[in-house]
T-cell receptor
Framework: NAGVTQTPKFQVLKTGQSMTLQCAQD?????MYWYRQDPGMGLRLIYY???????DKGEVPNGYNVSRLNKREFSLRLESAAPSQTSVYFC??????????????FGPGTRLTVL | GQQLNQSPQSMFIQEGEDVSMNCTSS?????WLWYKQEPGEGPVLLIA?????ELTSNGRLTAQFGITRKDSFLNISASIPSDVGIYFC?????????FGTGTSLTVIP
């Protein structure tokens, strides 16, 4: 199993450009998440998808859109990038809730710089 | 959003020493998780806790789910240089995980 994979690993954008961050998991997990990590701020939830076909806003959704393409894939789109979106973006997935399945696994991250 | 207060913010210890860090919240969580993150990598799950009062070990790591369900601690015994990294706590309520701001651990050989 590859676990959670993310592409690209690094990206530099100019202000106003758009891009999509890709995430896929091969663990048959229902729930998938997008976080951003900034120095001193910990991880903050942007959007999550509790199951295929559903998405919900997290703590910091402004400036982002998401698509749960199928059970495996959850993409994050920046329509018009801003310097404030310079961050490290992590995708994560969680096994079905209940019992011992509330464990969240992370991808390796995408390091995005917006100039 | 939910606030998780993690302390200490950073620790510098000698190899072989024990380490203790904790996480507190104003809200109740159903699950507590502890992660370690190394530079350039994503967080890696260390320990998951599911019941109030639960004490769980993973090698030299021991974590406890507080009785009030509003706190958790992580202990690392006999630290080694590869323990270096940032340790995060996370609490689960509903479908959302909330993270602490991290404890940066430096182990001096």
């Amino acid at each position: 199993n590859a676990g959670v994979t993310q592409t690209p690993k690094f990206q530099v954008l100019k202000t106003g450009q758009s891009m999509t961050l890709q995430c896929a998991q091969d663990m048959n997990h229902n729930s998938m998440y997008w976080y951003r990590q900034d120095p001193g701020m910990g991880l903050r939830l942007i959007y999550y998808s509790a199951s295929e076909g559903t998405t919900d806003k997290g703590e910091v959704p402004n400036g982002y859109n998401v698509s749960r393409l199928n059970k495996r894939e959850f993409s994050l789109r920046l329509e018009s990038a801003a310097p404030s979106q310079t961050s490290v973006y992590f995708c994560a997935s969680t096994a079905p809730t209940g019992g011992s399945y509330n464990e969240q696994f992370f991808g390796p991250g995408t390091r995005l710089t917006v100039l | 959003g939910q606030q998780l207060n993690q302390s200490p913010q950073s620790m510098f210890i000698q190899e072989g020493e024990d380490v203790s860090m904790n996480c507190t919240s104003s809200s109740i969580f159903n699950t507590w998780l502890w992660y370690k993150q190394e530079p350039g990598e994503g967080p890696v799950l260390l320990i998951a806790l599911y019941k109030a009062g639960e004490l769980t070990s993973n090698g030299r790591l021991t974590a406890q789910f507080g009785i009030t369900r509003k706190d958790s601690f992580l202990n690392i015994s006999a630290s080694i240089p590869s323990d270096v990294g940032i340790y995060f706590c996370a609490g689960l309520t509903g479908n959302q995980f909330y993270f602490g701001t991290g404890t940066s651990l430096t182990v001096i050989p």
